[in-house]
């Protein structure tokens, strides 16, 4: 079983960024960030394939975020520039064990990190 350790959450002002790093402990393909706020569904924010190639994002972060991945370091990273208030949830990290391609349905992945939380202010 691979774990995955989010971290570099916090709170910031709207305007600000942040960059979220995801630890995995062992070899995941497909990875993706997923964010949940109080109550809403957890919704995909941005995913990429294994080796790091093929990304995709929800609308409405992109231009502002980027997602990408060090393979030797077993790491993802999102990189999260002009962070609106809107973008204050809980983010999660996920992998699949068997896939290289991209989903956005988190029913699809294999492997959760515990969440870091993102808090937006203005």
């Known amino acids: 079983q691979v774990q995955l350790m989010e971290s570099g959450g916090g709170s910031v002002q709207a305007g600000d960024s942040l960059r979220l790093s995801c630890a995995a402990s062992?070899?995941?393909?497909?990875m993706a960030w997923f964010r949940q706020a109080p109550g809403k569904e957890r919704e995909f924010v941005a995913g990429?394939?294994?080796?790091?190639?093929?990304?995709a994002y929800l609308y409405s972060v992109k231009g502002r975020f980027a997602i990408s991945r060090d393979n030797a370091k077993k790491t993802m990273y999102l990189q999260m520039n002009d962070l609106k208030l809107e973008d204050t949830a809980v983010y999660y990290c996920?992998?699949?064990?068997?896939?290289?391609?991209?989903?956005?349905?988190?029913?699809?992945?294999?492997?959760w990190g515990q969440g870091t939380q993102v808090t937006v202010s203005s």
């Open positions: 062992g070899r995941t393909l497909a």
């Open positions: 990429i394939g294994w080796p790091g190639a093929t990304t």
């Open positions: 996920a992998g699949r064990s068997k896939v290289y391609s991209i989903s956005e349905r988190p029913l699809d992945f294999d492997y």
